[in-house]
């Protein structure tokens, strides 16, 4: 009897449980198969930065003799380089390097450029005037030429490359964020807020804050491509990783010169690349359409 009661009638809803489970269900049916395989290629290259060894088990760093710029075949699915290192087990080692320092880099530019923005856009005046004065010279310069003149004072390595990545995006993201700040400060909950007593820190805290970020989570997922791409850059013209690194920018590096006579060794790491950033891109794109949404 306690079966039969817990049957739905005809005409009745179902369960809010079940109504917002089908509804999940619903939409994630329908996003397109473009996000689907953005997804699962930012995962794969998740994957092989925390379990590399789950996809093979060859070391990246040592070569084999007599296995010298061997094409791509059964033995090594993605060919071998001058070394005779194993160029797959190189790429699915070097996620780590480039996923890790393009982490870094959009944690140090969302942070500061978050804190720099809220701090402009809630104080406003002489603060706001100046603050903004300096973001928009940091914008009139461009990025590489701003990262590789902080890596310089730095100096070379991966967390390196990617603070230098990471100051580099603080203008964009304190632009963003001030712009957003200014517009909930005006809302009429804040002005409530205020107006009840609330005071300046706890106020910009609980309330603008929050609600300021939906437009810069977006962001965040853009320039984590655009990270992965100017550390791979600088990575590229040595001032990345040293050797024998298997970052994916000095996997293209390596593979240069012998572009006419072993092409895997600047194609393979070039288009993953490539793959993360449109994929980083796609993500990003399908965030700001959902926030778009009423």
Do not use: C, K
């Not at 198969?33 to 590399?52: D, E």
């Not at 973001?135 to 390595?157: K, M, T, Y």
């Amino acid at each position: 009897m306690s079966a039969l009661s817990s049957i739905p009638r005809a005409g009745t809803q179902p369960p809010p449980a079940r109504t917002r489970a089908w509804r999940t269900l619903r939409a994630l049916r329908a996003q397109p198969v473009t996000l689907w395989l953005a997804w699962a290629v930012i995962t794969l290259a998740a994957l092989w930065a925390l379990a590399p060894t789950l996809f093979t088990q060859v070391n990246p760093v040592q070569g084999l003799a007599g296995q010298q710029l061997q094409a791509p075949g059964a033995a090594h699915w993605l060919g071998t380089d001058a070394l005779g290192r194993d160029v797959y087990a190189r790429l699915v080692h070097g996620a780590v390097h480039s996923l890790s320092g393009a982490f870094v880099a959009v944690a140090v530019g969302l942070v500061l450029g978050t804190l720099l923005g809220l701090v402009t856009g809630a104080v406003g005046g002489f603060v706001d005037d100046a603050l903004m004065r300096l973001v928009d010279v940091l914008l009139s310069v461009p990025a590489l030429l701003l990262s590789l003149a902080i890596i310089i004072i730095l100096g070379f390595g991966t967390i390196n490359a990617a603070i230098a990545v990471g100051v580099a995006s603080v203008a964009s993201f304190a632009r963003l964020v001030r712009s957003e700040v200014v517009r909930v400060r005006r809302s009429e909950y804040v002005e409530a807020a205020f107006g009840s007593g609330g005071r300046f820190g706890p106020v910009l805290w609980r309330h603008v804050l929050p609600n300021s970020l939906t437009s810069v989570i977006g962001l965040a997922a853009l320039q984590f491509g655009s990270a992965i791409l100017s550390i791979s850059t600088l990575g590229f013209l040595g001032y990345g990783a040293p050797p024998p690194t298997p970052e994916w920018g000095l996997l293209i590096a390596e593979g240069r010169n012998y572009l006419a006579t072993a092409w895997w060794l600047t194609t393979v790491p070039g288009v993953m690349v490539v793959l993360v950033v449109l994929s980083a891109n796609r993500i990003s794109a399908a965030i700001g359409q959902g926030q778009q949404r009423p």
